[in-house]
């Protein structure tokens, strides 16, 4: 992705099924667990960069005991100041005689993060503030164990506003206004709840005072207090959490947005965002490793017992896209292959701009994280060329003109051309704000591979996705043209984005959107200026609807135009005025990306079918803001 998105965060936990002494006798390390969750979260380091939290349990711990911990921190380094400072504090015990590493005790009762569950967070921060108040975990404590609440997670809830108006409405004072504040109030009211009528009826009954934590605990159901709490709840989510008595639960939206594995032994139980860091932090195989159904909820009590249950009704699965084209990591099995599938489905429109020269073309990636489409590509063009040379050599047979110039000259030449164009310098940092300046920085991000270009070749670059064509103009085709290519040709895995996200991308502003600038670009040159006010209109209508009848009113500004026709406009307008060679800009069809996915695809930043109410609220205020002239999230306004 060349244009550079704040995206989804990273969640990861390990529930021990067994005491801290076994990890000991076994793997010869009290710190199991706390090393594990380290691993298991750099191994999820690209899914948040903003900050990071983590958060322990400790089970059974005698009254007036600190039970349940956390550590965030905002910093550049925040993963790595967190788990040192934490050592460091251990080893500073260690020194001194106060704590023995081997004695599984000892630990427990003098390391906070020597507990049996433990969680943690990644955090890309897409609203709110960017200091440590704003990392996860989350906490809302009380004098009561299984009262006290820790909750963080991957998600972005498109009501907020109305889900705190609700906790106005029954008295309580929410004063963050965050979604993130809002869910934990929100399952904090329910557990209160829960919580206060247990109490009441067991103290009713005469059991004795320091009896009644327990009987609690033990009676605390997590899936009806969850099921109350999500309710009303609208966005994609991957949540989890822990009461301080050691119960815990992680639950994932109705509709899948939002990615959540786990991997259950008898040993632990591990959840993440993806899957391949629990394969390989474990050290199992991927069919060990099972993505938490949507709607369904993972929950664990304090006595460890476990299971999978649904706490609201499931949907239409619509998972997360850009989760295939981009973020996850790109050593999943599952992912690995659909990527390469995506850059294979690219292969006619290459061909065709290629005009069929293959032997005056060079194949490269822009940036890194395309190789895998990369591999697809020319995998796809080399079936395309097989196909050629099958068809060449049956009708030269058939006719007769089967000979050895005819052989060299299908067999041997015109084959796709693979090249490592652009190199990035990962000791460069755009860390300079002004536009200006980081552009040009930027630019020298790359070294580029000089002379593996000739200036009758057509060079073609395969990018992720192609959101705000910023970075395209003002750098990637610059940077490219430096090698003097008779054309450049940019081909996007991903079709184009046309329409805001709300479920935790940052892709919300819906004049950013290059599609969106050519469609409104060509909508001028037709004339029909006078639809912009229309739509504008209809949105202003639609918002005065209920929620669930709301419609997607900004697809009228694409209807009528051709997605070709969106293209070469797109091309237009992030082809720099001083290009040295033409340049041509192809996307992936909606139909390819369908193909290309195994199992279901939410792709409603391409067509504009959002899964949840909240996305057509939504992209009507995106598209009334931007009419308006103003800027800011849509789902973040009060509407």
Same mark, same amino acid.
């Given at each position: 992705m060349s244009?550079?998105l704040?995206?989804?965060?990273?969640?990861a936990?390990i529930?021990?099924?067994?005491?801290?002494s076994y990890f000991?006798?076994?793997?010869?390390?009290t710190l199991?667990?706390f090393?594990k969750l380290?691993?298991?979260?750099?191994?999820?380091?690209?899914?948040g960069?903003?900050g990071a939290?983590i958060?322990?349990?400790?089970?059974?711990?005698?009254l007036?005991q600190p039970?349940?911990?956390?550590t965030?921190?905002a910093?550049?380094d925040?993963l790595t100041?967190?788990?040192n400072g934490q050592?460091?504090k251990?080893n500073?015990?260690?020194?001194?005689g106060?704590?023995?590493?081997?004695?599984?005790?000892d630990?427990k009762?003098?390391f906070?993060?020597?507990?049996?569950s433990?969680m943690?967070h990644l955090r890309?921060?897409t609203?709110?503030?960017f200091d440590?108040?704003?990392?996860?975990?989350y906490l809302?404590?009380?004098?009561w164990p299984?009262r006290?609440?820790m909750?963080?997670?991957?998600f972005?809830?498109?009501?907020?506003?109305?889900?705190n108006?609700?906790?106005?409405?029954?008295?309580q004072?929410?004063?963050?206004g965050?979604?993130?504040?809002?869910v934990?109030?929100?399952i904090?009211?329910?557990?209160?709840?829960?919580?206060?009528d247990?109490?009441?009826?067991?103290r009713?009954s005469?059991?004795?005072g320091?009896?009644i934590?327990h009987?609690i605990?033990?009676?605390?159901?997590?899936?009806?207090i969850i099921?109350?709490s999500a309710?009303?709840?609208?966005?994609?989510?991957?949540?989890?959490?822990?009461i301080?008595n050691?119960?815990y639960f992680c639950l994932?939206?109705p509709?899948?947005?939002?990615?959540?594995?786990?991997?259950i032994?008898d040993?632990f139980i591990?959840?993440?965002?993806e899957?391949?860091?629990?394969?390989t932090?474990?050290?199992?195989e991927s069919?060990?490793?099972y993505e938490l159904?949507p709607?369904?909820?993972?929950s664990?009590k304090a006595?460890?017992t476990?299971?999978?249950?649904?706490?609201t009704?499931?949907?239409?699965?619509?998972p997360?896209?850009?989760?295939k084209i981009?973020? %996850?990591?790109?050593?999943?099995?599952?992912v690995?292959?659909e !990527? $390469?599938?995506?850059g294979?489905?690219l292969?006619p *429109? &290459?061909?065709?701009s290629?005009?069929d020269?293959?032997?005056?073309s060079a194949?490269?990636?822009?940036p890194?994280?395309?190789?895998t489409?990369y591999?697809?590509?020319?995998?796809g063009?080399?079936v395309?060329?097989?196909?050629?040379?099958?068809?060449?050599?049956?009708e030269?047979?058939?006719?007769g003109?089967l000979d050895?110039?005819m052989?060299d000259?299908?067999?041997?030449?015109?084959?796709?051309?693979?090249?490592?164009?652009?190199?990035?310098?990962i000791?460069?940092r755009?860390?300079?704000t002004?536009?200006k300046s980081?552009?040009?920085l930027?630019?020298?991000?790359y070294?580029?591979t000089?002379?593996a270009?000739?200036p009758e070749?057509?060079?073609?670059?395969?990018?992720?996705?192609i959101v705000r064509?910023?970075?395209l103009?003002? %750098?990637?085709?610059?940077i490219?043209g430096?090698t003097n290519? !008779? $054309?450049?040709?940019?081909a996007s895995?991903?079709p *184009? &984005?046309?329409y805001?996200?709300?479920?935790g991308i940052?892709?919300?502003?819906?004049?950013n959107?290059?599609?969106?600038q050519?469609a409104?670009?060509?909508?001028?040159?037709?004339?029909?200026?006078r639809?912009?006010e229309e739509?504008f209109?209809?949105?202003?209508?639609?918002?005065?609807?209920?929620?669930e009848?709301?419609?997607?009113?900004?697809?009228?500004?694409?209807?009528?135009l051709t997605?070709?026709?969106?293209?070469r406009?797109i091309?237009?307008?992030?082809?720099p005025?001083?290009?040295?060679?033409?340049v041509e800009v192809i996307?992936?069809?909606i139909?390819?990306l369908?193909?290309?996915?195994?199992g279901p695809c939410?792709?409603?930043?391409?067509?504009?079918?959002y899964?949840?109410p909240?996305?057509?609220?939504?992209v009507n205020?995106a598209?009334m803001r931007w009419f308006e002239g103003k800027?800011? !999230?849509?789902y973040?306004?009060p509407l």
């Open positions: 244009d550079f704040k995206h989804e965060c990273g969640v936990a529930r021990l099924l067994k005491p801290l000991q006798d076994k793997y010869g390390s199991w667990a090393n380290l691993i298991l979260m750099e191994k999820q380091h690209n899914r960069q903003d939290g958060g322990c349990v400790k089970l059974n711990m005698p007036g039970y349940l911990f956390r965030r921190d910093s550049k925040a100041t967190i788990f050592i460091k251990l500073k015990k260690i020194r001194r106060q704590v023995n590493l081997k004695d599984a005790e630990i009762n003098n906070d993060y020597g507990g049996e433990l943690g890309y921060g609203s709110g503030l440590e108040g704003s990392c996860h975990p809302r404590r009380t004098n299984t006290t609440l909750v963080l997670g991957n972005n809830m498109t009501n907020t506003p109305e889900l108006q609700r906790m106005i409405e029954r008295g004072h929410p004063v963050f965050t979604d993130t504040q809002t934990l109030e929100e904090g009211y329910h557990l209160d709840e829960a919580h206060t247990l109490y009441r009826a067991l009713d005469g059991m004795p320091p009896e934590p009987a605990s033990s009676q605390l159901n997590i899936q009806e099921h109350n309710q009303r709840w609208d966005g994609g989510y991957a949540i989890m959490g822990a301080g050691g119960d994932r939206d509709h899948g947005i939002r990615p959540c594995h786990y991997l032994t040993e591990a959840v993440a965002s899957r391949v860091p629990l394969m932090v474990f050290e199992v069919e060990q490793v159904p709607a369904n909820m993972l664990i006595d460890g476990h299971a999978i249950t649904e706490f009704t499931p949907l239409k699965p619509t997360c896209s850009f989760e981009y973020f %996850s990591r790109g050593n999943d099995p599952i690995y292959r !990527r $390469k599938a995506l294979a489905a292969t *429109q &290459i061909v065709d290629l005009e020269r293959f032997d005056k194949i490269t990636y822009i890194n994280t395309a190789e489409a591999y697809g590509l020319l995998e063009l080399r395309y060329r097989r196909k050629r040379v099958h068809a060449q050599l049956l030269a047979l058939r006719n003109t050895e110039k052989l000259s299908a067999i041997l030449k015109r084959w796709p051309r693979g090249e490592k164009i652009a190199h990035k310098d000791k460069m755009t860390f300079i002004q536009e980081r552009a040009q930027v630019s020298h991000v070294d580029l000089y002379g270009v000739g070749d057509v060079l073609v670059a395969i990018d992720d996705s064509g910023t970075t103009k003002k %750098s990637i085709l610059r490219l430096r290519p !008779r $054309k450049i040709v940019v895995t991903a *184009q &984005i046309r805001p996200d709300c479920y940052d892709m919300s502003e819906l004049g959107f290059i599609a969106f050519a409104v670009s060509l909508i001028k040159q037709h004339g029909k200026g639809l912009l739509v209109q209809a949105c202003k209508a639609e918002l005065a609807k209920p929620r009848e709301r419609r997607n009113c900004v697809k009228a500004i694409y209807n009528g997605d070709a026709e969106i293209s406009e091309t237009r307008l992030v082809t005025h001083d290009a040295p060679c033409p996307f992936q069809t139909e390819n369908h193909a290309s996915i195994e939410g792709d409603w930043y391409f067509t504009g079918d899964p949840t909240g996305g057509y609220t939504t205020v598209y800027g800011g !999230r849509a973040d306004l």
